[in-house]
T-cell receptor, first 116, second 114 residues
Framework: DTAVSQTPKYLVTQMGNDKSIKCEQN?????MYWYKQDSKKFLKIMFS???????INETVPNRFSPKSPDKAHLNLHINSLELGDSAVYFC???????????????FGQGTRLTVV | QKEVEQNSGPLSVPEGAIASLNCTYS??????FFWYRQYSGKSPELIMF????GDKEDGRFTAQLNKASQYVSLLIRDSQPSDSATYLC??????????????FGTGTKLQVIP
């Protein structure tokens, strides 16, 4: 059973197009994330949702719009794609604790987006 | 200043040697510290976590945490070619409301030479 699954795995599209990436987790976690990993392998957080509520929005262009219909799903829609959007996008989930200790994030397999 | 900093490497060690990976972080309120391994073309996977100052050992891996120095490290003993990967340090500073933000360093590429 796949814990965090993303679709599609590969996405090649032209500049100016609109595309979506879907993510689902079956771990029962209440927190989900989108990360962007650039060519230098830096994993930069974009968004975080907790129980469908947006918690983190890290100065991402508003062409990127996350949507969480329920706590098991977090989708990412990108409008007017640009060359600089080419990267690997990872979805992840974790369980928020009430205490001071965080828990690890579980990652999907990634979506390699190539804008041409 | 980045929130989590690592030397990008590559760090090359001979097979059987100890590999030492280092990480510093800026948020003194951080409580949880993780090491992830990422093979080329794959997603990150957790290998170690540590919450308290000192050392934590798990098989060939030892994580070390020094909160006063805002420093966390990972030692890999008896390094194997299969350990060749990028190692990502992650820190979870707490946000208002108790929410967490898993923040990653830039990663250190490790090459184990047979």
């Amino acid at each position: 059973d796949t814990a965090v699954s993303q679709t599609p795995k590969y996405l090649v599209t032209q500049m100016g197009n609109d595309k979506s990436i879907k993510c689902e987790q079956n771990l029962g976690h209440d927190t989900m994330y989108w990360y962007k990993q650039d060519s230098k392998k830096f994993l930069k957080i974009m968004f975080s949702y907790n129980n469908k509520e947006l918690i983190i929005n890290e100065t991402v262009p508003n062409r990127f719009s996350p949507k969480s219909p329920d706590k098991a799903h977090l989708n990412l829609h990108i409008n007017s794609l640009e060359l600089g959007d080419s990267a690997v996008y990872f979805c992840a989930s974790s369980q928020r604790d009430r205490g001071p200790w965080g828990t690890e994030a579980f990652f999907g397999q990634g979506t390699r987006l190539t804008v041409v | 200043q980045k929130e989590v900093e690592q030397n990008s490497g590559p760090l090359s060690v001979p097979e059987g040697a100890i590999a030492s990976l280092n990480c510093t972080y800026s948020d003194r309120g951080s409580q949880s510290f993780f090491w992830y391994r990422q093979y080329s073309g794959k997603s990150p996977e957790l290998i170690m976590f540590i919450y308290s100052n000192g050392d934590k050992e798990d098989g060939r891996f030892t994580a070390q945490l020094n909160k006063a120095s805002q420093y966390v490290s990972l030692l890999i003993r008896d390094s194997q070619p299969s350990d060749s990967a990028t190692y990502l340090c992650a820190v979870t500073p707490l946000l208002p409301g108790g929410y967490q933000k898993v923040t990653f360093g830039t990663g250190t590429k490790l090459q184990v030479i047979p």
